[in-house]
């Protein structure tokens, strides 16, 4: 039997996959197991395979992914919490001719940033917005979300949340469906292969969106925070499949082909 | 008296509450205290540090660069906190995972293979009570029985069955303890 | 429990527990490090449950203080607190609720700028916090805690000079005086206003026009701007009436000194010890410490500054306060600052060494 050595395999004729060139080299800061990196990764590989990393302006407001622009390796603006949205509308607007997306988390883009990201929505904007939703606000410590679940404990609703005190889990990407400024608008997941390709999948549909100028597109990443959720990696994981998908399932909602 | 402490380690090695623990040992003994901890997202998985301070007086500044005793529990810490031991001080380290020694003469220096005993004792958990009962072993600043209190206050009402086991880790650590370098 | 109670607690909880104890009727917040305990702790303790008190986390800061501007309206006690980048936001609401002259308690954990900057203690809001903030003339009235201590005595102080004065009270700590703990004695607690006493002792809240009134407007706004000047110099005398009855400053070893620090929160606490150290190498030192920073403490540093040699103005910040030492100081003697920033501490023997070249030496 012929034996393949590691300088056959390193042949680049033989690379099957790599690590885009678009992620800097750069330890992410990210807990093992978030899906922030995984976001970040297939966001990369998709300006990557469009070839239009030179025309792309990435705006991560803060979040656990403020630093994004430490890992993406394209220009980035780092806005206030919530006013990403407001950014890209001027950015694109100003300059038509790049691809503009933003970075939010659920306590950015549906609690402080509500307004900036319905109005962005609204006046279809030209651009792509991700939206990583796990339910809490990792970076301070695990308080509660807009998106938050029913009964689901953080630090701030240590009893669990209760609704008719602190209002229902608000599912924004429902929401911003409904505007007809929005023209695609989806759901995913990235904690298994399967889930990263369609994930990959529906960001390279929403950038090939702006390509042709068709308004803004939507992307959802239902996500673990397994820090804020005070789980290992693998139950949060199972604890989001068995969860989050009921309330937030998975899927494209809105798919305006013309 | 005023004895200014330093504990350093790991975030999951109990250095917020042996600070704590020892903080309301203080309070119950009626001396003044201060508990000031490193915050911030550092403290994810992280080094962690606190500064306790007991003292008979007011205490001035919670925030130290120089310490009468510093308690130190890995190696970043040992690079960062030997130096800011006041010279006539102590130093009290675990050489577990240690693998530039102190070196200093103008200080005391002692250790305690606290994590192999607790690893010993079939119970991590209690790993910093023994280093905690090393440190009192060299500089009892507050008594036994304050103690006791102190672990009652600072533990939750659900944890309160563990005191006794925690109270032998102390004893286990006054036992252990031993010097390395001591001024003469 | 006994009616005065002593605890080990971090200043952020301490003053939460205060407020409860102060008969608070509302926080409105949103999380921002590092006083995210303030919310954590009132949620876990269930203050409705105890006194009915509500705790609310709002999505926005923006959102939180313009709760706090419909609470105060109804004659409420209300709070919010934050930390410099939820501050910014805030000023908007502030600046209404300063023009509409309601009474609120704002804590403020300020952490190092500009911008998100970093979430170490800082004191580089004081031009913010003590000159307005906001948009048009008007002032808070600012306390500075120094301890866990006064993090737990300001909560009532500040509800109190709040409704005197129908007045913004601002609270201006760092992470370091609420991220600490130490011994703290809590006062007992006190009841909620009653519907009756606010229709009685804040007769302009709107609370429902009952029959025997005329109907209560909260506003800010006046289109003519005769009445408008008027409503300024009103504002105006209203501040100078503060600063004439509510100014308060400690001052430790200052009898024999021939230096002095001016240092409030923070930095006092490291000054104390720099005033130790000096005196132990024979320098004359003393600390006057700012408890309020408006009104600030003109007229006592006017008086020492008659009898030093030196004032150094120690802050966590390129210099802000000294700005008001200097006009309390004029010409008499020699100020100088000493500072760190973006949330660098100075050690205790730093400002020692900075006195001694700025003002001994030089
Ligand atoms: C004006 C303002 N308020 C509050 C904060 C503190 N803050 C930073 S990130 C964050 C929430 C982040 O949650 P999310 O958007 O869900 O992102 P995640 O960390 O969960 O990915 C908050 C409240 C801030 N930076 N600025
Ligand atoms: S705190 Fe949560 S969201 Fe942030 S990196 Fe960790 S797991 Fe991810
Ligand atoms: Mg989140």
Redesign the pocket.
């Known amino acids: 039997m012929d034996t393949i050595s590691k300088e056959d395999i390193r042949k680049p004729e033989n690379i099957v996959y790599k690590r885009t060139e678009l992620l800097t080299d750069k330890v992410m800061?990210?807990?093992p197991?978030?899906?922030?990196?995984t976001a970040h990764r297939i966001i990369m590989e998709v300006l990557e395979e469009m070839g239009i990393q030179d025309k792309t302006i990435g705006i991560a407001p803060v979040?656990?992914?403020v630093l994004a622009y430490e890992f993406m390796n394209i220009d980035m603006q780092q806005a206030a919490h919530g006013r990403a949205p407001a950014l890209a509308t001027a950015v694109k607007r100003l300059n038509p001719d790049k691809f503009v997306f933003t970075y939010q988390?659920d306590g950015d883009l549906a609690a402080i940033g509500t307004a900036e990201t319905i109005h962005a929505c609204n006046r279809g904007e030209n651009i792509v917005i991700i939206f990583?939703n796990?339910g809490?606000y990792?970076?301070t410590?695990?308080q509660m979300a807009p998106t938050t679940l029913e009964g689901m404990k953080s630090s701030t609703s240590p009893y669990g949340r209760d609704i008719k005190s602190m209002g229902n889990p608000i599912k924004m990407t429902e929401l911003v469906a409904q505007l007809p400024g929005t023209i695609y608008v989806t759901r995913q997941a990235v904690h298994t292969p399967a889930n990263v390709r369609k994930a990959k999948k529906a960001v390279r549909k929403a950038f090939e969106n702006q390509k042709l100028n068709k308004g803004l597109s939507f992307v959802e990443i239902v996500?673990?925070?397994?820090?804020?959720?005070k789980m290992t990696?693998n139950q949060?994981n199972q604890w989001m499949v068995d969860n989050m998908f009921p309330f937030y399932p998975l899927g494209d909602i809105k798919v305006n082909e013309d | 008296m005023t004895e200014e402490i330093l504990i350093a380690g790991f975030g999951g090695q109990g250095v917020l509450s042996m600070g704590k623990i020892l903080a309301y040992s203080g309070v119950m003994g009626n001396k003044e205290v201060s508990w000031m901890p490193s915050y911030g997202p550092e403290m994810?998985g992280g080094t962690a540090n606190v500064t306790v301070i007991i003292s008979d007086e007011r205490i001035s500044s919670p925030i130290l660069s120089s310490y009468d005793t510093a308690i130190i529990l890995n190696q970043q810490s040992m690079d960062k906190f030997e130096a800011s031991v006041k010279p006539g001080g102590i130093l009290i380290y675990d050489p577990n995972g240690i693998t530039r020694h102190p070196s200093r003469k103008d200080i005391n220096i002692y250790s305690i293979d606290a994590a192999d005993e607790a690893a010993k004792m079939g119970m991590t958990k209690v790993f910093n009570m023994i280093i905690l009962g090393g440190f009192l072993k060299i500089k009892p600043v507050v008594q036994p029985e304050f103690i006791h209190k102190g672990l009652e206050k600072s533990l939750p009402a659900r944890h309160h069955n563990m005191i006794p086991e925690n109270e032998t880790a102390i004893e286990k650590g006054k036992d252990i303890i031993k010097p390395v370098f001591l001024l003469n | 429990m006994s009616m005065k109670e002593l605890r080990l607690m971090k200043g952020n909880e301490a003053f939460a527990e205060a407020a409860i104890r102060a008969g608070a009727d509302g926080y409105f917040g949103y999380p921002i490090t590092p006083q995210s305990e303030v919310m954590e702790y009132l949620m876990a303790e269930k203050p409705h449950e105890r006194t009915g008190m509500i705790v609310l986390q709002a999505e926005s800061e923006v959102a939180a203080i313009n709760m706090v501007y419909g609470g105060a309206s109804c004659g409420k006690r209300v709070m919010t607190s934050s930390s410099s980048p939820g501050m910014s936001l805030k000023q908007e609401g502030i600046s209404y609720i300063a023009g509409a002259e309601l009474p609120c308690v704002i804590l403020n954990a300020v952490r190092g700028g500009p911008g998100l900057g970093t979430i170490q203690p800082s004191q580089s809001d004081y031009f913010q916090s003590t000159k307005g903030g906001g948009h048009g003339d008007y002032r808070l009235i600012v306390l500075a805690p120094s301890s866990v201590q006064e993090m737990a005595d300001f909560a009532p102080l500040a509800f109190d000079l709040a409704f005197k004065y129908r007045n913004p009270v601002l609270i201006l700590s760092d992470g370091a005086i609420g991220q600490m703990m130490e011994k703290v004695e809590l006062q007992e607690q006190r009841p909620r206003f009653t519907e009756e006493e606010i229709r009685k002792n804040t007769p302009w809240a709107t609370m429902g026009k009952t029959p025997d009134r005329e109907r209560n407007i909260i506003t800010s706004l006046n289109l003519d701007s005769h009445v408008q000047e008027e409503h300024n110099i009103h504002l105006q005398a209203k501040y100078r009436e503060i600063e004439k009855n509510e100014t308060r400053w400690e001052t430790i070893q200052c009898d024999d000194a021939e230096y002095i620090l001016v240092a409030y929160g923070t930095s006092a606490r490291l000054s104390q010890k720099a005033v130790d150290i000096a005196r132990a190498k024979g320098i004359k030192l003393g600390l006057l410490r700012p408890i309020t920073l408006f009104p600030f403490p003109t007229q006592p540093i006017a008086e020492l500054a008659n009898r030093v040699k030196g004032i150094l103005s120690v802050e966590m910040s390129a210099g802000q306060m000294v700005e008001d030492v200097r006009l309390a100081v004029g010409d008499k003697v020699k100020v100088a600052h000493f500072g760190r920033m973006g949330g660098i501490i100075p050690s205790p023997p730093e400002i020692v060494e900075a006195l001694e070249s700025k003002l001994i030496g030089g």
């Open positions: 800061s990210y807990c197991g978030c899906g922030h990196g979040g656990c992914s988390g990583i796990n809490i990792g970076m410590g695990g996500s673990n925070c397994n820090s804020g959720w990696p949060a | 994810r």
